[in-house]
């Protein structure tokens, strides 16, 4: 099983959402479909 790559562009998209705080992580997390932790880091 491989690991997913995702863009830079989705990496910025996903800590905008993330820092404007209008979301939790677990909302943000499946809108993305990433773990929690990852967005956390």
Same mark, same amino acid.
Request: no cysteine; proline share 0%.
């Given at each position: 099983?491989?690991? $997913?790559?995702? !863009?830079?562009?989705?990496?910025?998209?996903?800590?905008?959402?993330?820092?404007? @705080?209008? $979301?939790?992580m !677990?909302?943000?997390?499946?809108?993305?479909?990433?773990?929690?932790?990852?967005? @956390?880091?």
């Amino acid at each position: 099983m491989s690991r $997913k790559k995702h !863009s830079k562009e989705l990496k910025a998209r996903i800590a905008l959402d993330a820092i404007k @705080g209008q $979301k939790t992580m !677990s909302e943000l997390a499946s809108e993305y479909r990433v773990h929690s932790n990852q967005i @956390g880091r």
